[in-house]
């Protein structure tokens, strides 16, 4: 089958003969051809095939199917590793992917997809995590949190058109873990960002702030006006920013279950100065020239503890 591949423009006929190995389970028929697609690359239909061949292995609830799985992810960039770990927690019980010889990246992010699923993990699991990035996470979904592709909280509050409190505010220097769910929106897609934080002469209560509050905090993004302010749930800026992580902006992939939990929650955490407790928080954006308003645009606000602090984070991309 390899050869009559390569160059082809339509490989989808040959997807009915990879189904019908499937389904007569031969398993290591499908493994080999996806380590041949492996090691000729730079082909795109190629890549479609082993795609293909990865999810009816990883999709199929079998050891022996998983473990084919794991051993084409050691030939994978660590990168692509991410979304065959969302496939293996999707399609594979949780004791099979135990019970499995998992190599430390693709075992790291299988924990994080199996926690946004609702699978419990228990102590055994821990180990795949130390030293690994991906173990300052919990092990249980955090608010707002579903898999990718999935809706979280997504009900909206009514549009805020009080003019609000207007402050005395100084602006400092943002951390750089604000932009932190929308990376790969800026390096690897068409984005833009604006991260600002502020410090007030005056504590805010969260009643104080409007759409005045707001556009007096000369922020880029809002040159124009036509904020659109809307007050917002800790769950609900997870979940905005937690999709924005791991399914990404126009052009990019974005960078999956695993580090979208970690991309969003040090976005979370930088833009409440530390702890979330305390916080309030809204949503928003504008109908103005920097706003591209076609899918792909977020702005979250942060009044933080105390009401002397105000963190933003604006992004907008576009196909």
């Not at 990883?58 to 991410?82: D, E, F, G, I, N």
């Amino acid at each position: 089958m390899l050869s009559a591949l390569r160059g082809k423009a339509d490989v989808r006929p040959y997807y009915a003969e990879l189904d019908r190995w499937s389904s007569a389970d031969e398993v290591p028929r499908l493994e080999e051809l996806a380590h041949a697609l492996l090691a000729d690359p730079g082909h795109l239909t190629y890549d479609s095939v082993f795609d293909h061949v990865e999810r009816l292995l990883a999709l199929t609830p079998s050891a022996s199917r998983a473990a084919a799985v794991v051993r084409l992810a050691a030939r994978l960039p660590a990168r692509r590793v991410r979304s065959t770990a969302a496939l293996l927690a999707t399609g594979q019980p949780a004791s099979v992917l135990l019970s499995l010889d998992l190599p430390r990246e693709l075992g790291a992010c299988l924990v994080h997809e199996l926690v946004l699923r609702g699978v419990p993990v228990g102590p055994e699991w821990r180990t795949r995590l130390a030293g690994h990035p991906l173990g300052e996470l919990p092990l249980t979904p955090l608010p707002g949190e579903t898999p990718p592709g999935e809706t979280g909280a997504t009900t909206r509050s009514e549009l805020i058109t009080a003019a609000g409190a207007v402050p005395s505010a100084t602006r400092l220097t943002s951390p750089a873990d604000i932009t932190s769910a929308v990376t790969t929106w800026l390096t690897e897609s068409n984005g833009r960002a604006e991260a600002a934080v502020f410090t007030v002469a005056a504590p805010l209560a969260a009643t104080d702030v409007g759409i005045r509050t707001v556009e007096s905090l000369g922020l880029d993004c809002l040159a124009g006006n036509g904020l659109a302010l809307r007050r917002a749930t800790l769950p609900q800026v997870v979940t905005t920013l937690f999709t924005a992580a791991a399914d990404g902006g126009a052009y990019d992939r974005g960078q999956g279950g695993a580090y979208g939990r970690l991309a969003a929650w040090r976005s979370v955490k930088a833009l409440a100065g530390g702890a979330v407790a305390g916080c309030a928080w809204w949503l928003f954006d504008a109908a103005n020239d920097w706003f591209k308003r076609i899918s792909w645009d977020l702005g979250v606000l942060c009044l933080r503890p105390g009401g002397r602090g105000i963190a933003v984070l604006a992004t907008t991309d576009a196909d």
